[in-house]
């Protein structure tokens, strides 16, 4: 092993562009064996770790009656540039576990040298669903002051570089966040190209955003914001979408939202010929596999290198059950799109929550959307 490996090691986990960061932090690690860096770290300042990347709440601002964005200052060695469209992951302690999950960052991205040194603030907008256990905890209990761990920002639902000339973003619900940050980047652009935008929402007071958007809209001519309420004027279907935006099919088209629309739109771009032109994002992993009643789910999840073992239930994945036990696991969409979560089935059988797919001893699984299929080995 070389000299770097070596004192990389300790850190190696942590996801950095600079891979210099994280050699002073295995270096730190090194240094103060047998205890750990971050217990004089610590002492001095409670966003200084080299065991992981860590943020501290400094503002919370309510958006909606459900929905509040929350503004993260990030601490030391977190490399604050992303993309538009980007997530990142969040990880916050409630009743003495850390709970994990990505949120789409709504901040537009600061490169400046002299913002980075000052660790720019991030914000993501969270609405609470009802069986969201962070998302109700950081909507309605969270307080400034409140240090979380965080997960380099990744995803590829961002804008491209160069831009395309047209583009059609269709939202809904909070499916507007990742959106809202790529509208935030163009309107600091000066909104340089031609954008149509159809967001649904049951009711105006629940639109995110809605004041913003609005404002945007009337400051720029390139911009065109239509709002369905789907409360009074029913869900976008084709017909209607052609109204509002009769060239869809020749833009590149940004989609958030429920499964149900996003399976709309799959079928329209679909049978007119253009489904490359759509990009899309959901909100949740869809646990078709264990809500259709597949036998034989769950079973005890042993954690091959990190010498842990957790149970995990038919409806529980095998990312959960280890954080569940205080595992800090790779991860990124948490949705089964980025492969972030990838590791291999060493021993038994694992299966799929979207669509029942049984994986076998051997294979590589994505851990955020599989579950154990009785006793099983991840070599992590
Ligand atoms: S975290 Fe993205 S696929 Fe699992």
Same mark, same amino acid.
């Given at each position: ?41 610590? =002492? ?8 992981? =990347? ?65 660790h720019a603030p991030l914000s993501v907008t969270v609405r609470?669903?009802?069986? +969201? ?34 583009? =059609? ?29 159809v967001h649904s929402e049951r009711t105006e007071a629940g ?81 078709? +596999? ?5 036998g034989g789910l769950g079973g005890v999840i042993r954690f ?24 800090? =696991? ?51």
């Amino acid at each position: 092993m070389s000299f770097k490996a070596w004192l990389e090691k300790p850190a190696q986990h942590i996801p950095t562009r600079n891979w210099g960061v994280n050699m002073v932090r295995g270096a730190a690690a090194r240094l103060s064996h047998p205890l750990l860096p971050d217990d004089y770290a610590q =002492l001095f300042h409670p966003l200084w770790s080299a065991r992981e =990347l860590r943020g501290q709440i400094i503002d919370v601002r309510p958006e909606t009656a459900d929905s509040t964005t929350l503004v993260i200052r990030p601490g030391w060695g977190f490399d604050p540039r992303f993309v538009p469209g980007q997530h990142v992951g969040i990880g916050v302690r409630i009743d003495g576990r850390w709970v994990w999950r990505s949120y789409s960052l709504t901040s537009v991205p600061t490169y400046s040298i002299r913002n980075r040194a000052l660790h720019a603030p991030l914000s993501v907008t969270v609405r609470a669903v009802p069986e +969201g256990r962070l998302s109700t905890h950081l909507t309605s209990g969270v307080r400034p002051g409140t240090v979380v761990r965080l997960q380099a920002p990744a995803g590829d639902f961002r804008l491209p570089d160069p831009l395309p000339e047209k583009a =059609l973003f269709i939202t809904a619900g909070s499916g507007i966040t990742p959106v809202m940050s790529m509208l935030r980047s163009l309107a600091r652009q000066g909104m340089p190209i031609d954008v149509a935008h159809v967001h649904s929402e049951r009711t105006e007071a629940g639109v995110i955003f809605g004041s913003e958007l609005r404002e945007l809209d009337e400051k720029f001519p390139g911009l065109r914001l239509h709002l369905q309420l789907t409360g009074t004027q029913g869900r976008l279907d084709e017909q209607r979408l052609a109204e509002l935006v009769p060239d869809w099919q020749e833009r590149r088209t940004w989609a958030c939202g429920p499964p149900e629309l996003l399976d709309s739109l799959v079928s329209w771009w679909s049978a007119a010929g253009v489904e490359d032109r759509l990009k899309m994002e959901q909100f949740a992993l869809r646990r078709k +596999g264990a809500t259709e009643g597949s036998g034989g789910l769950g079973g005890v999840i042993r954690f091959a290198r990190s010498k842990k073992e957790a149970d995990a239930d038919g409806a529980t994945t095998i990312l959960e059950a280890g954080e569940g036990v205080g595992l800090v =696991l790779p991860f990124g969409c948490r949705m089964g799109i980025c492969h972030t979560c990838s590791a291999q089935l060493s021993e038994g059988t694992a299966c799929d929550l979207r669509n029942g797919h049984i994986y076998e001893e051997g294979e590589r699984i994505q851990t955020c959307c599989t579950t154990p299929v009785g006793n099983c080995v991840i070599d992590l």
